[in-house]
């Protein structure tokens, strides 16, 4: 009967609306005793955006993007990307590899908690190294180190090149180059650093230093020729 | 062929802070004249050089480890007293 049919049916589907309502609830408290249950401190593995892009392809502000939605899985790509240059900067203000390494570190965390500050300009390297900068400054100046970048030179054990065994006149020229960079008066040293070492243009290197270009240039070319005759007095 | 430019005309041509023109013409005079391709070579290792300088030996994966478990706990504590 079409009737009995009828009821029939709208019982069927009151049944199932019933059916799903609890299997929604169910899940929605089941994620959520999971949720409560899970470490806070629980890193989430993923290692894509989410539209799919593979996390160690996308750019810095995109990375930077993700990790000020809270995604610590983004901002440790960023910290693989750039752990190196980080360090190396940090060890050419204080010299030690050690606490170069513990510099890059307090960098990378207070630029996690500072993270809301960036501004997505393409300028991520400028923003990391502005802070390592500064992180290495006042460190020495709380030590009271007065030079601004306490390069010193490094024995070749410490953190020397691999290729110093096969290549010792290329090894000996660069202990000699690091000798002469070492006598540099501080701006100068920093700026050459900056340039070649960091590969930054001028202009970036003037938001870092908080220097004209022009003056950044003079102080590249004058300590490129200062270089060279500190190396051709030392020959 | 153009008299041999000074060494910071040189350093400038190295430094690509020259005009694209006068980058042209440099370039042409250091590859016919030996004393300057000498000169140019000499700035060019230099560079390289300053470039190589200070790379360090870092376990990157350990390092990245420390940093993001840090982020959990915000250990700003003072890296002068960690350090101590």
Known sequence: MPSCEHALARGQTGRHRRDATAFWFNTGALLGVLWFAMPKGACIVQRETPTGAPLGETTDDDLMALAQAGSQEAFGVLVERHARRVVRLCRRFVGDSDLAAELAQATWVDLWFRRGQYRPDGQFVVWLITAARNRCRNHLRRRGVERKYALTVVAPDDGGSPEQNDDPLGADRRLRVRDALARLPDAMREALLLRFAEDLRYEEMAKIVRSGESTLRSRVHHGLQRLRQLLEKNK | ?84
Do not use: K
């Not at chain 2, 060019?44 to 360090?56: F, M, P, Q, S």
């Not at chain 2, 376990?59 to 915000?74: D, G, K, Q």
């Open chain 2, 1 to 84: 062929m153009m008299p041999c430019p000074n060494e910071r005309t040189l350093i400038r041509l190295v430094d690509q802070a020259l005009s694209l023109d006068e980058t042209e013409r440099l370039t042409e005079h250091v590859s016919v004249c030996a004393v300057c391709r000498q000169q140019d070579n000499a700035l060019r290792t230099l560079i390289a050089d300053v470039r190589v300088d200070g790379e360090v030996e870092l376990n990157v994966e350990a390092h990245v480890r420390s940093v993001v478990s840090r982020l959990y706990v915000r250990d700003t504590s003072d890296v002068d007293e960690r350090v101590a």
